[in-house]
C-alpha cells in the first residue's frame, strides 16, 4: 500500500544589495572599482549569494567584471546581469545579477508596459521615471519557485520628501501590477530609495503594499553611523519570505571606495512537497 502526503519544507534565497556610487571621492574610478572587485570576491566566497542587486552610476565594463567575479568565486555559478540604464551619460542604472545554475529567467516586458499603459491612463505621469526599477521574473530550476525580483532606485534630486513619497508609491503599485499578471509565488526587492523610510512607514502606516521595507539600524562601528549620515538601502519582501536574521549583515565599506554600506541577507520559504511511503501486508495462514 503506497501512502502519499503533503509536508512543508524550507528552503532558502540569498542577496547582497550594493549601491554603486562613488559620493564625494577623490579615488580615480580605475582604483575605486578595482577595490569593489577585492570586495565582490571576498564576499562571492564567503557568503555565496544567488542574487546581487545594485544601482547608481558605474562603467559598463565595471559591472561586466562584477558578472565575472561573482561566476569565479561562486563554485558551480554562472551569473548574468539584467538592467536598466537611468543616464546614458553618467551609466547611472539599476541592475540584477543572477545565476542561471539556480534561476530559469522568463521574459516579462510585455507585462510591464502593459501595467504601466495602464496606468497611465488614469494617470499620464504614473511613475514617469520608469527606467528607475528593472523587474526580472526567475523561477527555481529545482522546485519552480518563482521570484519577481526588482533593483530600485528612487530619485534624489529635484525632488522634495513628499514628491519622492508619491514616486516609492507609484513603484509599489507598478511591482504590484506586474505581480497581478505573472503570478509569483515570493516578490523580492533590492533598494536605495534616497528616503528616511522609517518615516515613510509611519506615514502610510493606514496603507497596504505588496511588499514590506526591512527597516534596521547600521551597526555602531559604521562609518556612516559614526557621521550621523543616514545613507541606508533596503531589501524589501513579501509575506512569504522570511528573514534568517533580525537584520541584514552590514559592510563596513571604507565610503571612499561605496557611498553606501553593502547589505547581505538570506531568507527561507516553504515549499510544499510530496512524500510517498509503501507499506506491504501479510497474510498469515495456519492450519491445525
Known amino acids: 500500500v503506497t501512502v502519499s502526503c503533503q509536508e512543508i519544507c524550507f528552503l532558502m534565497i540569498s542577496a547582497l544589495c550594493i549601491n554603486l556610487g562613488k559620493g564625494k571621492t577623490e579615488l580615480h574610478e580605475p582604483e575605486r572599482s578595482s577595490k569593489i572587485d577585492d570586495f565582490v570576491q ?6 555565496k549569494p544567488d542574487i546581487v542587486f545594485s544601482q547608481d552610476a558605474y ?14 568565486n561562486i ?25 542561471e545554475k539556480i534561476y530559469q529567467l522568463i521574459d516579462i516586458e510585455n507585462e510591464c508596459r502593459k501595467v504601466l499603459e495602464n496606468k497611465r491612463l488614469a494617470n499620464a505621469d504614473f511613475f514617469n521615471e520608469d527606467k528607475r526599477a528593472v ?18 532606485h528612487a530619485k534624489k534630486n529635484k525632488i522634495n520628501d ?6 516609492i508609491i507609484e513603484f509599489f503599485s507598478y511591482l504590484e501590477g506586474v505581480a497581478e499578471h505573472v503570478k509569483p509565488d515570493h516578490i523580492l526587492v533590492g533598494s536605495d530609495t534616497n528616503h528616511r523610510m522609517k518615516l515613510f512607514e509611519r506615514r502610510t502606516k493606514t496603507k497596504t503594499f505588496c511588499v514590506k521595507v526591512l527597516l534596521y539600524d547600521y551597526p555602531e562601528n559604521c562609518e556612516r553611523k559614526i557621521k550621523e549620515r543616514n545613507v541606508y538601502d533596503f531589501f524589501m519582501i513579501s509575506p512569504g519570505l522570511i528573514p534568517t536574521s533580525a537584520n541584514p549583515a552590514v559592510f563596513n565599506v571604507d565610503t571612499a571606495i561605496l557611498d553606501h554600506h553593502p547589505l547581505f541577507m538570506r531568507f527561507e520559504y516553504p515549499v510544499s512537497t510530496t512524500v510517498s511511503t509503501t507499506t506491504s501486508n501479510t497474510t498469515s495462514n495456519t492450519t491445525s
Open 75 to 99: 563554485e558551480g555559478s554562472s551569473f548574468v546581469l539584467k538592467k536598466n540604464v537611468i543616464n546614458e551619460n553618467t551609466k547611472d542604472h539599476v541592475g540584477i545579477f543572477l545565476n
Open 162 to 167: 513628499l514628491q519622492r513619497e508619491k514616486h
Open 59 to 72: 562603467a559598463t565594463k565595471h559591472l561586466e567584471k562584477i558578472t565575472t567575479n561573482l561566476s569565479n
Open 135 to 152: 523587474l526580472v521574473l526567475a523561477k527555481t530550476i529545482i522546485g519552480g519557485q518563482k521570484f519577481l525580483l526588482s533593483s530600485f
Open 42 to 47: 571576498n564576499v562571492a566566497s564567503e557568503y
